[in-house]
């Protein structure tokens, strides 16, 4: 069985804010939960063949290396100047585009959406142009029977246990920010093994279905709307400001908001 | 940009639910705008006094595929592709549903239009484009979003965001049958082995306390958490965490605060340890007062608190202790 995981690496300060991390790019954390999920049928069967697919910045090449030291035997970053600007109707296209290339391919993982970009569009755009069935809200993996997959789904108020004909494209629910432990020894075999460079011409894509030229949506502004507040600094010893604190909570119901 | 029809794709449920009303009621504002009319697509069984009644909330013509319980997202999109391409509407709304979702989604593909998701509103802008508004960024900023190189442009609308209304003196509306040939086979991908219903026994309402203690990652220790939890019980308050918190296993997920946990609105937060990420504080911004205690003088969460305390979290522990 052949299982492709799509990964976009995501700016590490959308995630981690205050750990000072010297990665530029960090896994979205949905898609490292769909990634670790894959992995785990690795461990029912070994002859199963993982691929970590990444459209992304050079800077981000890391997280593939990251992921052939998780366990994956392939990893590919997709990177082109002609790429940038890519919204969820392009990204889908040069996903799909690449997966085609890769032939063969019986499922494909996504997480549910993006922590930068949150739509969850990206999915169901692969699985169209792949003409394949998706299926998402998905909790864990099972196991499989037959060439069929057993996943566990979460939908509204009801678990599901679902068997899951192949190929397909699968989207989990859930996500994680606990990084993946990897040793220095594992880290140091995947960087010697090395990881693909795709670009455009790699993948045969149509010039015009990628980057900004492909994408049909634009961002004309934001506007933000978490407003900052009047802040006061609670001056002192640490024996006043713990006594300013003790005020204000014996204070409690009586204030009015 | 002239904008001559607006559909409106109803969701395979009820075509006449609340919900379709509130985005039929949208559509038809927006089409008042340049005089164009607001299709509805719907799929179900053929019900007239339901479908006649969508027209008082501002349709014009309604088309009905009927065909009871569609609940195949393919199916369903190939019946509204064919909708749309007969119609060929400028716009088109989709409710924010998981099957809404899925379906805008593969038409955005199919017809390659732009889609927003999960809009909290839809207005004509100065360039007299269609502008869409969708909070990003973990619900830190809203975003405005413009369709380009799209014959149809594409958004799923949020549930609750727009009020229905009936108006007055409508005509009846045009209904037409619209029939549907299978053109594809469905080999059904799933089998349900088991299903279940997620018990709910522990619904947790953290909104009725009026004092929320908050920790974050700066509680390491289990005594300094113990700390925490003995004040809250002095001051009637409840012990909720941050995401990191319960990942730590300090907290129990259904205390979570923030953009994945639940949002709090209590007259007193005391944030102990906690940054001040943006998946946090928008689930606190309603709060009342806001007090965070941290030890590095430039954490973010300053920047949202009413009282800032930089201290070390056992150091303020020692000194409340003794004052109480
Ligand atoms: C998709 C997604 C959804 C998320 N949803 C949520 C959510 O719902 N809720 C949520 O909370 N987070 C959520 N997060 C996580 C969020 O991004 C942050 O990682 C998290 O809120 C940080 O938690 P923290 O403040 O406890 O930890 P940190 O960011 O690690 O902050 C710890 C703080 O404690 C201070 N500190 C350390 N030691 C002490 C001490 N002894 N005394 C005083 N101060 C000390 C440090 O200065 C630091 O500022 C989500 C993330 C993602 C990607």
């Known amino acids: ?257 | 940009m002239n904008i001559d029809k607006i559909a409106v794709i109803c969701d395979s449920e009820d075509y006449d639910s609340q919900y379709i009303l509130q985005l039929i009621t949208k559509a038809r504002s927006l089409a008042d705008y340049d005089n164009s009319k607001v299709l509805v697509c719907c799929v179900g069984p053929y019900h007239k006094e339901k479908l006649q009644n969508l027209s008082r909330f501002g349709a014009d013509t309604i088309i009905i595929c009927e065909r009871p319980n569609v609940t195949d997202v393919w199916m369903y999109s190939d019946i509204i592709s064919e909708m749309l391409r007969e119609h060929m509407p400028d716009m088109a709304i989709f409710p924010a549903s998981d099957f809404g979702k899925e379906i805008a989604a593969i038409i955005s593909t199919v017809f390659e239009a732009g889609l927003t998701a999960d809009c909290i509103d839809i207005k004509r802008n100065k360039n007299n484009e269609v502008s869409f508004y969708r909070a990003a960024l973990n619900d830190s900023v809203i975003a405005e979003i413009q369709c380009k190189d799209s014959a149809i442009r594409l958004c799923t609308v949020k549930k609750g965001i727009f009020v229905e209304s009936i108006l007055e003196d409508r005509e009846r509306c045009n209904i037409e049958r619209f029939p549907y040939e299978i053109t594809y086979n469905n080999k059904n991908p799933v089998q349900i082995l088991e299903s279940k219903k997620i018990s709910n026994n522990k619904i947790v309402d953290i909104n009725k306390y009026e004092i929320v203690f908050c920790v974050g990652r700066g509680v390491k220790k289990v005594s300094t958490y113990k700390r925490i939890e003995d004040l809250s019980k002095r001051f009637g308050a409840v012990v909720a965490g941050t995401r990191v918190a319960v990942e730590e296993g300090f907290i129990n997920k259904e205390y979570q605060i923030g953009q994945s946990g639940k949002s709090v609105s209590p007259k007193i937060y005391v944030g102990f340890g906690i940054s001040g990420a943006s998946q946090h504080i928008v689930g606190i911004i309603n709060s009342g007062i806001i007090v965070a205690i941290n030890k590095e003088e430039n954490a973010p969460i300053f920047q949202y608190a009413d009282c800032s305390i930089v201290a070390d979290i056992d150091d303020i522990l020692d000194e409340i202790e003794k004052i109480i």
């Open chain 1, 1 to 257: 069985m052949r299982i492709v995981v799509c990964i976009k690496p995501v700016r590490t300060e959308m995630v981690y804010k205050t750990e000072d991390r010297n990665e530029k790019y960090t896994f979205n954390p949905y898609d490292l939960y769909a990634l670790e999920q894959s992995l785990s049928l690795k461990k029912l069967d070994d002859s199963i063949e993982i691929i970590a697919l990444s459209m992304g910045p050079m800077d981000a090449q890391h997280l593939l290396v990251k992921s052939l030291a998780m366990g994956c035997d392939d990893g590919i970053i997709l990177n082109d100047s002609a790429f940038i600007g890519s919204d969820t109707l392009a990204t889908s296209y040069v996903l799909a585009t690449a997966i085609k290339k890769l032939n063969k391919v019986d499922l494909i993982v996504c997480g549910a959406k993006s922590i930068d970009g949150e739509t969850g569009q990206v999915v169901f755009g692969i699985a169209e142009r792949l003409k394949l069935n998706c299926i998402q809200h998905l909790k864990k993996v099972i196991g499989f029977e037959d060439d069929k997959l057993i996943l566990e789904q979460e939908n509204g108020d009801r678990r599901l246990d679902l068997s899951l004909n192949l190929p397909a494209v699968i989207a989990f629910k859930d996500f994680t920010l606990k990084q993946p432990d990897i040793s220095l020894l594992l880290h140091k075999r995947a960087k010697q093994k090395g990881i693909k460079i795709w670009n455009a011409d790699d993948i045969e894509a149509d010039g015009n279905k990628i980057g900004n030229k492909g994408s049909k949506t634009k961002v004309i502004g934001v506007r933000n709307i978490v407003t900052k507040r009047e802040r006061t600094i609670v001056n002192g010893s640490i024996a006043d400001k713990a006594k300013y604190l003790t005020e204000l909570l014996s204070l409690g119901s009586n204030i009015k908001n």
